[in-house]
């Protein structure tokens, strides 16, 4: 059999079809679902994407592994001394590795190694096929390196294909001559808002409203789908439109994958899977194109699995982590799961059970704020250690079946639930810290410690903050500028 996992990064589940989105963004990946195992609340433990894959292929939590950020301690796993044999666990317990020793010939095609200096996660794998822009290519670059991969593997069996596809991601770049298919659709509808652009304008922090760029409104011309600021309806259609674009053309390329199968008449014997590393805020928590919280906007990631031989057209609700996925090829392949690992398999659900998962799942985010949140029940309890210069409260709960967009936190409202939520998020830090080998450091600490998250860093010698306050006060909002200056300085 054949294994291909799909990876489009920053794919939000809710902007599919088949998640129940109104427009027709991905009518290959519907058909795929309709095929397979949707699951409808599969979360990465760790964001945004550093973190994320390092937890998909070691199978473990960042705070085990140590990779939790995207600079400085926290992007570089941790150190394990004496209990490093002649290979690392990346690669002696590594999901690539796995699959290798289940007779699986491993292949990616994928810059993400190199965009990260990620370097464990090519262990395991025999083939790196990098299209080398960093993540800033497009699918037409993608397209000479794996088409021609495929043709020269059609013929052959038991291999795994990592297939990295980045237009997804902020900036939102597809070419221009590719149209605007949704140009005549309308707007989510809690998007179509003016008020809702008017409150987000109000507010501080990078990647808000008028700052798309991260601290400050500039644009490039040469990516003419992607704001510099949403300050009216014709800029939040234009940021929301690049999205969707961006998938649609990526989904285009996920159909000629899948006609590619069908003629070489191998379709049906292939495993399918698609996924993402994390999702993308459009607002929530007032933020706009970037994955930079422990929300569900950042953490919930879309998954699909058409298994040959197991359920079709069936939808999970059970809570899942994307770490699942190294028990579960690891079951699916006839390995036994690593010890390490810190998932349990999903084959219960592609056998399908809808409700198999767990009772709760926590979540982080340390390169743009320093946050861990608990998602169970209807609640989302966020626990914000640095506020990456947004001016979070400490304690946020929001209630996901009323406010899925996370509009009103009612942490004040709800003190008990505030409570239960804290309980849940110590228990899990205790167990993991009780179980940590062989570094007992928190890495959520370190980063702390270094001066905060990588990209709202406030150390001396590289803190963007001195600018940023100067471009909050240009725009507006002196006040918040002050409490920043007050908080940090």
Known sequence: MRIIYIDIDALRPDRLGCYGYHRNTSPHIDRLAEEGVRFDQCFTPDAPCLPSRTALYSGRFGIQTGVVGHGHTAATPKNEGLERQFRDSFDGQGLATELQRAGYHTAQISPFGQRHAAWHFLAGFNEVHNTGQGGRESAEVIDPVLFPWLERNLSRDHWYLHLNWWDVHTPYRVPMDYGHPFAAEPLPAHLDDEELIRQHNQMVGPHGSLEINMYNDQKDALLPRHPGKINDLASMRRMVDGYDTAIRYVDDRVGRVVEMLKAAGIYDDTAIIVSADHGENFGELGLYGEHATADVATCRIPLIVKWPGMAQDVVNTGLQYNLDLAPTLAELTGRAPCPLWDGQSMAPALRGDTTYGREEVTLSQCAHVCQRSVRW???????????????????????????????????????????????????????????????????????????????ANTLPDRSPLPEYLTFLEQTGRAEGAARLSQKYR
């Not at 228990?427 to 890495?443: F, I, Y």
């Open 377 to 455: 029940d209807r609640w989302l309890y966020i626990r914000t250690y640095h506020c990456g210069f947004h001016l979070f409260p400490q304690e946020m709960l929001f209630d996901l079946v009323n406010d899925p967009y996370e509009r009103q936190d009612l942490a004040a409202q709800r003190p008990a639930i505030v409570h239960e939520g804290a309980w849940r998020l110590s228990r899990w830090v205790d167990a993991q810290m009780q179980r940590m080998r062989p570094d007992k450091q928190d890495p959520l600490w370190t980063v702390i410690h270094e001066g905060g998250p990588f990209h």
